[in-house]
């Protein structure tokens, strides 16, 4: 049997943290929060989570392709958010997927559309769940008869690589895993190395407009996207592939970041790179924060666009291992697959020592994957683990992930940060922290990613205690002119704030587009835009 993913926490069933790295890591929240001990609600099982009788049947025709299996309910009725999770930790499920399909081919979706297009049924795609923002959270309300959760996962393979081009055709639900496994044959990677690598699918990530490995350059998905195919309520459509183009508005633009609301993607061709042979990494020291993300500025307007350039603050660095808790430290890094990247490296280092900044330089690749960089890799990846296991103890932890011109960073961090630490005080009555790390740098700016932990006196407490602290920080970045998403998207929990942030005649816009493509609003109705303005 396939491995499943978990419904109520990050990764697969079967990947548990190890009892030794959780006890250290209670510790060390403990300590931070000033308790003894945490008081531990068990992980639910998909037999506690109670969902009423589905209220739609496939026809006959389709019924080889739908379950509505009590695991795969339970799974498609959540996202990774932090409000799910707690939710799944209630044992609650407000809004449960009626039943979830799995189609084989882009026939099987143009069908499956069909039949929730005859039936009134809401339709939400699902590639990996992995959405932190309530993105496959079946919706309430909105009119609909019942939701139909369309799991792209049977859609994994490469089907076609252009080695001249160097580009691939692509079904949506591969993930990334797979996806690379495919492309490694031929020497190419796509190199979109999100987080959420393991669990998320390539659907999900045009979809999103995923922020990957690179830190500066090409930071979102956007950029390896050649060409679209989109199965939509009104009819199929294929976008031209073209290494660019300036024929009007770009169609392949309007459905990047259109969350599942104008249509089902099954595939695009993606740009590809030769896999690189050459890398140089160091990290850099700052005493202060600030004068490092002065040398970032300096770097991201260098010209240099190192594939790495991500500044944590001596918090973060401390909770990465990378630092003593007094200094921040740049993971700065240059790669390529054409010539040697030391000179680069070189001079990025010389740019931080301007700004005080202290290389920790080894000797070659292998000794500095080693070293701290390679330490803060592999934290960074084992982090998502821990989340199910906060909540579990009443601990909330999420980001605010923005992005901001240079010239307002350090007032708009600073008001964040105060709006996030006063509402946590305010919410639980004790301290709670905020710390900065960047994810992606531009010239004219930076993305910082906030994150915030606070503890809660009680599970009842969690909820409203997390939307306190979410809604305070989230006021803060609208005010101060930020996104309320760098690359997490909108789905449903940024949807108040995007629609602050969102120029109203776009909407306008966005609305009749997704009345020509999707008449019923039948698809991820309540993302993006509402069908009768507010
Ligand atoms: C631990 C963790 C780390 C993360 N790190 C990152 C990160 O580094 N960078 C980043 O950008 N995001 C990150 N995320 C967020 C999430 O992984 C991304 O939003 C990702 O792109 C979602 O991909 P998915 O396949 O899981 O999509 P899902 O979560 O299944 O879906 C996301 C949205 O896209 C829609 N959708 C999915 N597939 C399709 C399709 N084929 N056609 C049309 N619509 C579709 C869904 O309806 C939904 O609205 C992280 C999440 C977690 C839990």
């Given at each position: 049997?396939?491995?499943?993913?978990?419904?109520?926490?990050?990764?697969?069933?079967?990947?548990?943290?190890?009892?030794?790295?959780?006890?250290?890591?209670?510790?060390?929240?403990?300590?931070?929060?000033?308790?003894?001990?945490?008081?531990?609600?068990?992980?639910?099982?998909?037999?506690?989570?109670?969902?009423?009788?589905?209220?739609?049947?496939?026809?006959?025709?389709?019924?080889?392709?739908?379950?509505?299996?009590?695991?795969?309910?339970?799974?498609?009725?959540?996202?990774?958010?932090?409000?799910?999770?707690?939710?799944?930790?209630?044992?609650?499920?407000?809004?449960?997927?009626?039943?979830?399909?799995?189609?084989?081919?882009?026939?099987?979706?143009?069908?499956?559309?069909?039949?929730?297009?005859?039936?009134?049924?809401?339709?939400?795609?699902?590639?990996?769940?992995?959405?932190?923002?309530?993105?496959?959270?079946?919706?309430?309300g909105?009119?609909?008869?019942?939701?139909?959760?369309?799991?792209?996962?049977?859609?994994?393979?490469?089907?076609e690589i252009?080695?001249?081009?160097?580009?691939?055709?692509?079904?949506?639900?591969?993930?990334?895993?797979?996806?690379?496994?495919?492309?490694?044959?031929?020497?190419?990677?796509?190199?979109?190395?999100?987080?959420?690598?393991?669990?998320?699918?390539?659907?999900?990530w045009?979809?999103?407009?995923?922020?990957?490995?690179?830190?500066?350059?090409?930071?979102?998905?956007?950029?390896?996207?050649?060409?679209?195919?989109?199965?939509?309520?009104?009819?199929?459509?294929?976008?031209?592939?073209?290494?660019?183009?300036?024929?009007g508005?770009?169609?392949?633009?309007m459905?990047?970041?259109?969350?599942?609301?104008?249509g089902?993607?099954?595939?695009?061709?993606?740009?590809?790179?030769?896999?690189?042979?050459?890398?140089?990494?160091?990290?850099?020291?700052?005493?202060?924060?600030?004068?490092?993300?002065?040398?970032?500025?300096?770097?991201?307007?260098?010209?240099?666009?190192?594939?790495?350039?991500?500044?944590?603050?001596?918090?973060?660095?401390?909770?990465?291992?990378?630092?003593?808790?007094?200094?921040?430290?740049l993971?700065?890094?240059?790669?390529?697959?054409?010539?040697?990247?030391?000179?680069?490296?070189?001079?990025?280092?010389?740019?931080?020592?301007?700004?005080?900044?202290?290389?920790?330089?080894?000797?070659?690749?292998?000794?500095?994957?080693?070293?701290?960089?390679?330490?803060?890799?592999?934290?960074?990846?084992?982090?998502?683990?821990?989340?199910e296991?906060?909540?579990a103890?009443?601990?909330?932890?999420?980001?605010?992930?923005?992005?901001?011109?240079?010239?307002?960073?350090?007032?708009?961090?600073?008001?964040?940060?105060?709006?996030?630490?006063?509402?946590?005080?305010?919410?639980?009555?004790?301290?709670?922290?905020?710390?900065?790390?960047?994810t992606?740098?531009?010239?004219?700016?930076p993305?910082?990613?906030?994150?915030?932990?606070?503890?809660?006196?009680?599970?009842?407490?969690?909820?409203?205690?997390?939307?306190?602290?979410?809604?305070?920080?989230?006021?803060?970045?609208?005010?101060?002119?930020?996104?309320?998403?760098?690359?997490?998207?909108?789905?449903?929990?940024?949807?108040?704030?995007?629609?602050?942030?969102?120029?109203?005649?776009?909407?306008c816009?966005?609305?009749?587009?997704?009345?020509?493509?999707?008449?019923?609003?039948?698809?991820?109705?309540g993302?993006?835009?509402?069908?009768?303005?507010?």
């Open positions: 049997m396939a491995k499943r993913l978990k419904f109520w926490g990050w990764g697969y069933e079967d990947e548990v943290v190890p009892p030794a790295e959780l006890r250290w890591m209670e510790s060390t929240w403990a300590e931070r929060f000033g308790v003894a001990g945490f008081s531990v609600t068990p992980t639910p099982a998909a037999a506690e989570i109670r969902l009423p009788a589905p209220r739609i049947a496939p026809p006959a025709s389709l019924a080889a392709i739908c379950t509505t299996d009590h695991y795969e309910r339970v799974l498609h009725s959540y996202s990774k958010s932090f409000p799910d999770i707690i939710r799944v930790y209630r044992r609650e499920c407000p809004s449960p997927a009626d039943v979830v399909a799995l189609p084989r081919n882009e026939r099987d979706v143009v069908d499956l559309l069909d039949w929730c297009y005859g039936a009134n049924a809401a339709v939400v795609p699902f590639g990996g769940g992995s959405s932190v923002v309530g993105g496959v959270t079946p919706p309430t909105g009119g609909h008869a019942a939701v139909v959760s369309m799991d792209l996962r049977n859609l994994g393979k490469v089907l252009d080695e001249v081009s160097q580009c691939a055709r692509i079904q949506a639900g591969t993930f990334g895993p797979s996806l690379e496994a495919q492309l490694k044959g031929a020497g190419l990677t796509l190199r979109h190395f999100p987080q959420s690598f393991q669990c998320s699918t390539l659907g999900g045009i979809a999103t407009r995923a922020g990957g490995h690179f830190a500066t350059l090409y930071t979102h998905i956007d950029d390896l996207v050649e060409s679209l195919r989109v199965v939509t309520p009104s009819g199929v459509l294929e976008t031209r592939r073209l290494p660019g183009s300036g024929a508005p770009s169609p392949d633009r459905f990047i970041g259109s969350e599942g609301t104008l089902v993607i099954t595939e695009a061709w993606m740009r590809l790179r030769r896999r690189p042979g050459f890398r140089a990494t160091a990290t850099v020291k700052f005493g202060d924060f600030y004068r490092g993300t002065d040398a970032v500025r300096a770097l991201a307007q260098s010209g240099l666009y190192p594939a790495n350039c991500r500044i944590l603050d001596a918090e973060e660095s401390q909770y990465n291992g990378l630092a003593d808790g007094r200094h921040s430290v993971v700065v890094a240059f790669e390529s697959a054409d010539h040697p990247v030391e000179a680069p490296l070189k001079r990025a280092l010389e740019l931080c020592r301007d700004f005080g900044g202290e290389a920790d330089m080894g000797a070659g690749e292998a000794s500095h994957l080693e070293g701290a960089a390679g330490r803060w890799r592999e934290r960074f990846m084992f982090l998502p683990y821990f989340k296991h906060m909540a103890r009443c601990i909330f932890r999420d980001a605010y992930e923005t992005a901001i011109t240079w010239d307002r960073f350090k007032d708009f961090h600073a008001s964040i940060r105060e709006a996030g630490l006063a509402a946590i005080r305010k919410a639980t009555g004790r301290e709670g922290s905020v710390s900065c790390r960047f992606h740098v531009y010239p004219d700016g993305a910082p990613y906030l994150t915030f932990h606070g503890l809660s006196s009680s599970p009842e407490r969690l909820m409203s205690d997390y939307w306190a602290v979410k809604s305070a920080a989230s006021d803060a970045i609208i005010a101060g002119g930020g996104t309320i998403t760098h690359h997490h998207a909108v789905g449903r929990e940024h949807r108040p704030w995007y629609d602050r942030q969102r120029p109203e005649l776009f909407a816009a966005l609305r009749a587009a997704k009345s020509a493509l999707d008449p019923k609003w039948l698809l991820n109705p993302l993006l835009v509402d069908r009768n303005p507010a």
